[in-house]
């Protein structure tokens, strides 16, 4: 079974930083596309970046651009989001969700039905 489990989130300043894990069982990464998507509550999901390891591609929602960087270790089996220079409208839900490689990680990393697998999310909060 493919377990994701996310974790890292938690309260920061404006401008700070946060790196979230997600750590992957039940698959192999060269194998699979993994994602960060973030829900804040009244807002759409949106996507936030995607990583393909077998190819080493990458994705970045425009919101988050310059400031994210989606990174992954084999030997831990966990993909990282490192949020730098986090603003007030970073707070929400962060989900990474994974799927097997096929061509919707091509054409529609950040769209969420591209994804079979979802975990619980980890929270972020940004304020003073």
């Known amino acids: 079974q493919v377990q994701l489990v996310e974790s890292g989130g938690g309260l920061v300043q404006p401008g700070e930083s946060l790196r979230l894990s997600c750590k992957v069982s039940?698959?192999?990464?060269?194998?699979?596309?993994v994602a960060w998507f973030r829900q804040a509550p009244g807002k759409q999901r949106e996507g936030v970046s995607s990583?393909?390891?077998?190819?080493?591609?990458?994705t970045y929602g425009k919101s988050v651009k310059g400031r994210f960087t989606i990174s992954g270790k084999s030997d831990r089996n966990t993909v990282y989001l490192q949020m730098n220079g986090l603003r007030p409208e970073d707070p929400a839900t962060y989900y990474c969700?994974?799927?097997?490689?096929?061509?919707?990680?091509?054409?529609?990393?950040?769209?969420?039905?591209?994804?079979?697998?979802w975990g619980q999310g980890t929270q972020v909060t940004v304020s003073s």
């Open positions: 990583f393909t390891p077998i190819d080493g591609s990458k």
């Open positions: 969700p994974a799927v097997r490689n096929n061509i919707a990680v091509i054409t529609s990393p950040l769209n969420p039905v591209t994804y079979d697998y």
């Open positions: 039940g698959l192999t990464l060269s194998e699979n596309t």
